[in-house]
């Protein structure tokens, strides 16, 4: 069974930082890209991060760029978001995707 389970979010004050976790399981991860998304009520879900099968090409929104770092292990199975310089309207589910595979999603909550 293909399954993605988020891990890592949080409150948060402004300014500081979270790192999301992401293990797959159920298929081959090593030849998957991975994407991470969010969504908050306000909003439609949009794409944050791309990671490729390699981790060598990697893309950013721009409303994170500079900020977030997506990265991930082959070995361990494991794509990760590094968030930092967290702002209020960071606020917001996140979800870790590859293809049509969606995982729970993981609160992140950014407040003073």
Known sequence: QVRLVE???GLVRPGGSLKLSCAAS????SVFNMNWYRQNPEKEREWVASIDSTGRIIK????VKGRFTISRDNFKKIVSLQMNDLKPEDTAVYYCNTRDT?????QVTVSS
Request: aromatic share 24%; proline share 0%.
């Open 7 to 9: 891990s890592g979010g």
């Open 102 to 106: 969606w995982g729970q999603g993981t």
């Open 60 to 63: 950013y929104a721009d409303l």
């Open 26 to 29: 159920g298929f081959i991860f």
